[in-house]
């Protein structure tokens, strides 16, 4: 019997959170700047500085993820102390760093835990800031990569805690 959700990431330890990568606009020349820690307490913390220099304004974590599971999932749950700013929760159908990804975005509270629980039927596909028509739905037996992403001119210093992601049915 399948459980109701299926624990993605609970960043008890990095070995077993699999392997993470920054990527910043400084792929394209921009000048923000992130880290991603992991924290005693079973958490993370994604932050930095997002900057508007020379074309600049968005940085993101994002990991591979492999799901043996066959269920089919309608959503996505994570549970964030966030900084008041909007972060976008990203799945990618491929493993390639490149191309689209289909993005949802959540409204953080100021040092407070919060969980979003978004339906994938929410997730909407982008490339590059820009929302694409005629593409598929998000189907959770298509994801391969999660990631959070910050942009949308909201420049300076940013951070995050990151609890746990989920997928629920």
């Given at each position: 019997?399948?459980?109701a959700d299926?624990?993605?990431?609970?960043?008890?330890?990095?070995?077993?959170?699999?392997?993470?990568?920054?990527?910043?606009?400084d792929?394209?020349?921009g000048?923000?700047?992130?880290?991603?820690?992991?924290?005693?307490?079973?958490?993370?913390?994604?932050?930095?500085?997002?900057?508007?220099?020379?074309?600049?304004?968005?940085?993101?974590?994002?990991?591979?993820?492999?799901?043996?599971?066959?269920?089919?999932?309608?959503?996505?749950?994570?549970?964030?102390?966030?900084?008041?700013?909007?972060?976008?929760?990203?799945?990618?159908?491929?493993?390639n760093?490149?191309?689209?990804?289909?993005?949802?975005?959540i409204?953080t509270?100021?040092?407070?835990?919060?969980?979003?629980?978004?339906?994938?039927?929410?997730?909407?596909?982008?490339?590059?800031g820009?929302?694409?028509s005629?593409?598929?739905?998000?189907?959770?037996?298509?994801?391969?990569?999660?990631?959070?992403?910050?942009?949308?001119?909201?420049?300076?210093?940013?951070?995050?805690?990151?609890d746990?992601?989920?997928?629920?049915?």
């Amino acid at each position: 019997m399948v459980s109701a959700d299926h624990i993605v990431f609970d960043f008890q330890s990095e070995e077993s959170s699999g392997k993470w990568y920054i990527v910043n606009d400084d792929v394209m020349g921009g000048r923000s700047d992130s880290q991603m820690v992991f924290n005693d307490d079973g958490t993370i913390t994604f932050s930095g500085t997002l900057s508007p220099d020379n074309n600049g304004g968005f940085a993101s974590i994002r990991s591979v993820i492999q799901i043996d599971d066959d269920t089919q999932f309608e959503g996505v749950s994570v549970r964030v102390k966030g900084d008041g700013n909007i972060y976008s929760i990203r799945f990618r159908t491929n493993r390639n760093f490149d191309g689209y990804a289909y993005q949802a975005k959540i409204q953080t509270g100021k040092n407070v835990w919060k969980e979003y629980k978004i339906p994938f039927t929410e997730f909407e596909p982008t490339f590059r800031g820009r929302t694409l028509s005629g593409m598929p739905e998000l189907n959770s037996k298509d994801i391969a990569q999660f990631g959070m992403l910050i942009a949308d001119y909201q420049f300076g210093e940013f951070t995050v805690d990151i609890d746990w992601v989920k997928l629920y049915k």
